[in-house]
């Protein structure tokens, strides 16, 4: 196959004069001379059979075929500079990048890394947390945690936890606020809000609570601290139970409903679609998969 291509030295010279429409632009690029590029080209042009290269005043412009040729070279060299990327990225041996919400990354992550470290004590792993989707592609991250269906373009979605979401309070709370012991009742509760205003009523009518409206006997902590809220007597949180386990292990938090409806979220690890992982982030990825089966009382 090799001895029917064209010099590769004339390909370069060639595409880099298609790019610029400039021999001494393409010259600069490739730090040799004027007279070198045009010899390259010309070369190529009698390889091929055909001109590539025309003159339009003092400028030169593609040819038909020309134009062609540019086009084709420059999908090929496009896939060799892809192709070089994720060789050097699958062998990388560099931290590795997670991005996650930050509820899920301090009460699920963060407490089980220490397992993780002690495995694989050479692997640095940075954790994000971010309020926002992250494009894997283009923020350089080669893994995410997400909490929804399990659906999103590009990506490779497989389950952690469940999201089941039910509201949790502090023993001491329950002892001395109004009786809870229907969601209606909930309505004459403070409830606390961390992340979305919505939450609470979107849950109050999925339970067939009608006519709701959550008043100034609601309040909204700081982003994510809603849960601490929960454990120091503050209101009554709406949380995923598998992220509050520990607490309601040990009584600091207790379940008023009980614990909860099934929903159709959940907590997912996703990576880009045909994308394979550098070897520390498919330590880290089996990992996480690992913990998600390890039984609660190990965990």
């Known amino acids: 196959m090799h001895a029917k291509l064209p010099s590769l030295t004339a390909i370069r010279a060639f595409e880099a004069t298609a790019r610029h429409l400039s021999v001494s632009q393409a010259a600069v690029e490739l730090n040799v001379t004027h007279a070198a590029v045009s010899q390259q080209i010309r070369s190529l042009e009698d390889w ?6 025309k003159r339009v005043g003092r400028s030169i412009a593609l040819t038909e075929s020309g134009a062609m040729y540019a086009a084709a070279l420059l999908n090929a060299f496009e896939g060799i500079l892809d192709a070089t990327r994720q060789v050097k990225a699958f062998n990388d041996t ?3 990048n997670v991005t996650t919400t930050p509820t899920f990354a301090s009460r699920w992550m963060v407490p089980r890394l220490n397992r993780f470290r002690a495995r694989y004590p050479d692997v640095i792993v940075r954790i994000s947390p971010e309020t926002e989707l ?5 923020e350089d991250v080669d893994l995410g945690v997400r909490y929804g269906s ?8 497989e ?7 039910a509201p949790v309070c502090s023993p001491a709370y329950l002892a001395k606020a ?16 961390d992340s979305d205003p919505d939450e609470w009523s979107e849950w109050l009518r999925a339970m067939g609570v ?7 006997r609601s309040f909204f902590t700081i982003k994510h601290l809603g849960h601490q809220a929960a454990v120091e007597g503050q209101g009554v949180f709406l949380g995923v139970v598998s992220l509050m386990e520990e607490d309601l292990k040990s009584g600091r938090l207790v379940l008023p409903l009980g614990p909860g409806d ?16 550098r070897a520390p982030a498919q330590q880290f990825r089996e990992w996480v998969l690992e913990e998600a089966c390890r039984p609660p009382e190990d965990g």
């Open 48 to 53: 091929l059979g055909v001109k590539l290269l």
């Open 159 to 165: 389950r952690i936890i469940g999201g089941t979401l």
């Open 262 to 277: 099934e929903v159709p979220l959940d907590y997912y690890l996703v990576t880009r679609k045909g994308i394979p992982l």
């Open 134 to 138: 992250v494009d894997l592609a283009r």
């Open 210 to 216: 009608e006519d709701v409206h959550l008043d100034s």
């Open 150 to 157: 399990g659906k999103w373009p590009g990506l490779t979605a």
């Open 178 to 193: 109004p009786p809870l012991e229907k969601p209606s009742d909930l309505l004459k509760h403070q409830l606390i809000d």
């Open 94 to 96: 560099g931290p590795v």
